[in-house]
């Protein structure tokens, strides 16, 4: 038995130790925002945040998240009260289809966390996430838009 | 000694002139060698030890720095901020790179893909602290130990160099090639990456066989 | 095991807005799947809109939702015509349907950038049919005339100020026959469309999870299955040990599957694989059952086919004796060519590409015996319907293809071999499953955009003008696999010589011969379709025609043009690029034009790049005539996306093959770009001519390869005909291959 916190919540899982978080956090628990679309740690689509470190859970075995404090993107807002990453995604009309967004935000969350001002060659070194889509562009807008909103409401 | 025993007038006459002579022939013949007793002679010859210790501990540090180049050891001990990865050593894919801390950029860790053991499933390599086998070691030596593109003199400077190489002794290299459970990876790398070629015993014999013999490294000129 | 109940259906939860507008209520998390136990209070005036006597208006979007905005752009149609209040609209997916059909082919998909310019008259008729029986309602009740009457915020309105909502006539108004003619709302008259952009009603839902992919599907008792597709062209499996695989955790089912593909084809057993899959509980248990077989294959026929190989057919049939089908003559051009004493030639190459859309290929079905349901992220509902019911002898009216979010569509889903895995399956274990496909199968079962060659000859006069062109084009079929058995392409196939056949330019002698390959990889449509690699031979060419001449591009393109739009995007595309105008250093510029998808486009790039081929792109540019843009904000995110997917396939991507089978299998060899390359410029301008409504999704890519290889010419004076640029040692700094 595995335990551990998602979004603030205690989940206790009997999965095979060594099956990757992802499949855990998305049959077992319940939660489909992460998405599966590499499985191996290429692309970022699964990025979660495991004690508040990027991780990409294709590539992390159920088994090191014991006792440890998971976030995933339905944990960083809520409908009431979204994260200032989702309401400038959301400004900038960032998605297309969408898919691969959650490990984005999951990213810019935790690099406007550390970064509050990022240059762009700090989001060129830090948001490696893959889309085939290609909303670079705007994902590089809205992260700037994060924090400026940030600067805003302080 | 052969030439010397074929004629017998001969002999007498070079046993008569000086044995000195003999002596130091003896010594220019075998002074590479061994220091074996040539019991048949009842002859030692006299090894120059400073020489052949040297000699020997460059040779071993050789075998040392042929290991340290393989791409288990050089993909993590690069010269500039960019991982490597692979046999073929390329440039670490989807623009990693090495960070404030050699741990990552921000948001892109090492850690963010590389866990506390090689992941079967996704075929990431990883390696655990030496304290916590749940808790990831993956991470770059600091650009002092970047290793790539360095000669044998420049890298065995690099190496033994305190300032650069984290204050520690030839002891302390050989203690960190022993139990470091990231080094112990290159032996074990899973995947099909190719692990390091000899066994970690025999390296780690080599090394301490360097260290033993005055952990010299050969200089620019050599 | 937690389960995500999808489908229960009188759980209506309306999407909260986040603080910020959007435009429509969407049905999020719980993803109600239309024709799933509908509202019975709901009253259909006609396929598109549902209104109930509560005044709650849903309107159906019949097209699917993979990122180019037709979840929001075309129930914004007609809601702007309905004169429904978009702010409370319920938009909900729709399943098949007759009326949802594209009259242009008789069927219903999503793809070929038809959705607004095929659909968009059909929706305003639809929509303003349905207004004007609710007006005419009114009108009887309230004694007036129903010119009198308008339909505003969901409300029918009279002129001194009474109003009463839809839903007071709406039962009545289902009585009435649709009226024989409406009059239209004029473009000045538009709310919603027209040169306004609505903020996306998708997109919540993206940022915050919820929004339910093929992959997020959930249906009771459902079970999950892995599958392996022998991945040699022509091969077949030798063995499969199972090594003791049935006592695993979680095992269900291990079933073969004969072929795994029954994707029509000509010949019709052409590539035809087979596979095994594992049921199992749960994803991870299949998948590990999966990974325990050892599976052995036949290599097959095609054993020693690879990229050489098959490049050298290419080769050979564009050098040799080959019979040519004549795709376009206009005037002579062999014979002009054949006399003159100037001429130019050049051949041009494109590479294998694959889809690679972010969401792998999955699909979950439930087979019922005498029915099948089916959900899946799916551009093809019809062409899935009609798959089905040949394989499984189930009339189409018994099959239900309800369609989630896709997470990339790019005309990979039109195809559905995925879906028809998923109900083999499910017959087999008398369950619902679903099939879910690894990053590795879904690159190696790929249908590729294939490789396509060009050659361009041209005499030129003594002025040094072309005179006579005559091009060949040897490709494989596009589209022969989206048709279905009625449709077997002989000779030429529609999309494949797109881009080449119809150019934007009138030649007095052109000559036009194209070859239709059979090889073995499979091919299909993928996005900028025939165009993709076509229009960069073309533009590459005239670039090359102009150089010769010695004058500027945009100058000597003027010359040809049949058509003024194509002046009016050259002209609009110059002016925001500063083509004209005095450039930094090093700065060079490339432009490309190209007619597709009855939509004007013109692309310039301003590029760096230096001696050892490292490439800087400082700025795109392109000027885009689409008759009436009806949502610039998505038109324009649509461009952008196009820009990375044409420059992905031009830069860095490329499939190859090896011992009779594909050798890229993931993103570490499939290269695509990245986020760092786009730190560039970006400026899309919309000239709204007023002509037909053209497709936009498909045309941001099409330009793209030829305006690059156009600067790099102009600045370096190499001309590189063959895609992808890496081959020739250009990188951008942040591309793999480039190491400081």
């Known amino acids: 038995m595995i335990e551990f916190k998602v979004n603030g919540k205690n989940y206790t899982v009997d999965d095979d130790p060594d099956t990757p978080l992802l499949w855990v956090l998305r049959d077992s628990i319940g939660l489909k925002g992460t998405k599966f679309s590499c499985g191996r740690s290429f692309c970022g689509a699964c990025s979660i945040h495991v004690d508040n470190e990027v991780v990409r859970s294709c590539s992390f075995p159920v088994k090191y998240a014991e006792g440890k404090s998971i976030t995933t993107i339905e944990g960083i807002g809520t409908e009431e009260k979204p994260h200032v990453v989702q309401k400038a995604w959301i400004e900038e009309q960032v998605p297309q289809c969408g898919y691969c967004q959650s490990g984005f935000i999951m990213s810019a969350v935790r690099l406007l966390d550390i970064n509050p001002n990022p240059t762009d060659e700090d989001i060129n070194n830090s948001i490696t996430n893959l889309c085939r889509c290609g909303t670079y562009y705007r994902v590089r807008k809205a992260i700037h838009l994060a924090s400026e909103m940030n600067k805003q409401s302080e | 000694m052969k030439l010397l025993l074929k004629s017998r007038n001969i002999i007498k006459q070079v046993y008569s002139i000086t044995p000195l002579v003999l002596v130091f022939v003896a010594a220019l013949a075998f002074n590479k060698v061994r220091k074996t007793n040539n019991s048949e002679s009842g002859y030692y010859p006299i090894a120059v030890k400073d020489t052949t210790e040297r000699e020997k501990s460059i040779q071993k540090f050789k075998e040392v720095a042929k290991v340290l180049r393989h791409p288990r050891c050089i993909n993590c001990h690069p010269s500039d901020n960019y991982p490597r990865q692979g046999d073929d050593m390329h440039k670490h894919l989807f623009n990693v790179q090495r960070g404030n801390d050699d741990r990552g950029a921000i948001v892109m860790k090492c850690i963010s893909c590389h866990g506390a053991s090689n992941n079967k499933y996704s075929g990431v390599p990883g390696a655990p602290e030496p304290d916590d086998p749940n808790k990831s070691r993956w991470h770059l030596a600091p650009l002092s130990m970047g290793w790539m593109g360095l000669n044998d003199a420049e890298l065995g400077k690099r190496l033994l160099n305190r300032e650069m190489n984290g204050n520690m002794s030839p002891e302390d290299l050989v203690k960190h090639m022993e139990e470091d459970p990231l080094v112990l990876w290159g032996w074990n790398p899973g995947g099909n990456r190719a692990p390091i070629p000899i066994p970690h015993e025999e390296f780690m014999e080599t090394l301490k066989e360097w260290v033993d013999t005055g952990a010299h490294v050969p200089k620019e000129d050599e | ?740």
């Open chain 3, 1 to 740: 095991m937690a389960e995500i109940r999808i489908d229960n259906v009188s759980r209506r939860s309306f999407i909260k807005t986040m603080g910020l507008a959007t435009g429509g209520l969407l049905l999020q998390g719980s993803f109600v799947f239309a024709g799933d136990d509908k509202n019975p209070q709901q009253i259909s005036l006609n396929a598109f809109i549902r209104i109930t006597q509560d005044n709650e208006v849903t309107l159906i979007v019949h097209q699917a939702e993979m990122g180019q905005g037709a979840q929001t752009t075309l129930p914004a149609i007609l809601a702007d015509e309905l004169g429904a209040n978009w702010d409370t609209v319920i938009i909900e997916n729709g399943l098949t349907d007759p009326a949802f059909k594209n009259p242009k082919f008789n069927l219903q998909f999503t793809g070929n950038a038809e959705s607004i310019r095929t659909f968009h008259d059909i929706l305003r008729n639809t929509a303003a049919s349905a207004r004007e029986m609710l007006k005419q309602v009114a009108a009887k009740r309230w004694q007036v005339d129903s010119d009198s009457l308008r339909a505003e915020n969901s409300y029918i309105v009279n002129q001194n100020g009474k109003k009463a909502p839809f839903g007071d006539f709406v039962e009545e108004a289902m009585k009435l026959e649709p009226p024989k003619e409406v009059t239209l709302k004029k473009p000045s008259e538009w709310k919603l469309t027209g040169n306004k952009s609505l903020p996306r009603v998708d997109v919540p839902a993206k940022v915050n999870g919820s929004a339910v992919f093929g992959i997020d599907v959930e249906i009771p008792k459902m079970l999950h299955a892995a599958i392996a597709m022998c991945p040699y062209f022509g091969g077949s499996i030798r063995e499969i040990k199972e090594n003791g695989v049935r006592k695993m955790s979680g095992f269900v089912a291990l079933v073969r599957i004969p072929v795994v593909n029954p994707i029509f084809s000509n010949p019709p057993e052409h590539n035809k694989r087979e596979g095994v899959a594992i049921v199992a509980d749960t994803y991870w248990n299949a998948r590990k059952c999966l990974d325990t077989l050892e599976i052995s294959y036949d290599k097959g026929p095609n054993a020693e086919m690879d990229s050489e190989s098959l490049h050298k057919i290419y080769e050979d049939t564009i050098n040799g004796s080959t019979k040519w089908f004549e795709s376009v003559k206009e005037g002579d051009a062999e014979a002009k060519i054949k006399d003159s004493k100037n001429t130019i030639k050049a051949q041009y190459y494109s590479a294998w590409q694959s889809h690679a859309p972010m969401e792998p290929m999955n699909a979950t079905a439930h087979f019922k015996g005498d029915t099948i349901e089916v959900w899946a992220p799916t551009q093809g509902q019809e062409m899935a319907q009609i798959l089905l019911a040949k394989e499984f002898g189930i009339p189409v009216e018994k099959i239900i293809v309800n369609r989630t979010y896709l997470g990339g569509g790019f005309g990979r889903r039109l195809l559905a071999d995925y879906i028809y895995q998923a109900v083999f399956l499910s017959k087999e274990v008398g369950l619902p499953v679903k099939v879910l496909w690894t990053r590795e199968d879904d690159m190696q079962h790929d249908f590729y955009r294939p490789g396509t060659m060009q050659e361009f000859q041209a005499s030129l006069n003594d002025e040094g003008l072309p005179e006579a062109i005559y091009t060949k084009l040897v490709s494989p079929s596009i589209l022969q696999v989206v048709a279905n058995a009625d449709y077997v392409f002989e000779g030429e196939g529609p999309s494949y010589p797109e881009g080449i056949k119809e150019t934007p330019y009138h030649f007095e002698n052109r000559l036009l011969h194209s070859y239709l390959l059979r090889i073995p990889p499979p091919s299909s449509v993928w996005r900028s379709t025939g165009f993709g690699t076509n229009v960069f031979a073309l533009e590459s060419f005239i670039d090359e025609l102009a150089s010769k001449k010695g004058e500027d591009p945009i100058t000597f393109r003027k010359r040809y043009i049949a058509d003024e739009r194509s002046r009016g995007v050259l002209d609009a595309v110059a002016e925001a690029s500063g083509w004209y105008t005095e450039r930094k250093d090093g700065h060079f510029l490339g432009i490309a034009l190209t007619h597709s998808f009855e939509t004007f486009a013109a692309q310039v790039i301003e590029i760096s790049i230096d001696d050892a081929g490292i490439l800087d792109i400082h700025k795109i540019t392109t000027a885009v005539d689409c008759g009436t843009v009806l949502d610039p904000g998505i038109a324009s995110a649509s461009i952008e996306s196009g820009i990375v997917w044409g420059l992905t396939a031009a830069l860095t991507s490329e499939i190859n093959f090896k011992e009779g089978r594909t050798v890229e299998s993931n993103f570490h060899d499939f290269k695509i770009l990245g986020l760092p390359e786009f730190d560039i410029d970006i400026e899309t301008v919309f000239i709204n001519s007023g002509a037909k409504i053209g497709g936009v999704a498909e045309s941001g890519p099409i330009p793209v390869a030829p305006a690059l290889c156009n600067a790099i010419f102009a600045a370096s004076g190499k001309r590189y005909r063959t895609l992808p640029l890496k081959n020739h040692n250009i990188y951008t700094r942040y591309m793999s291959d480039y190491v400081v």
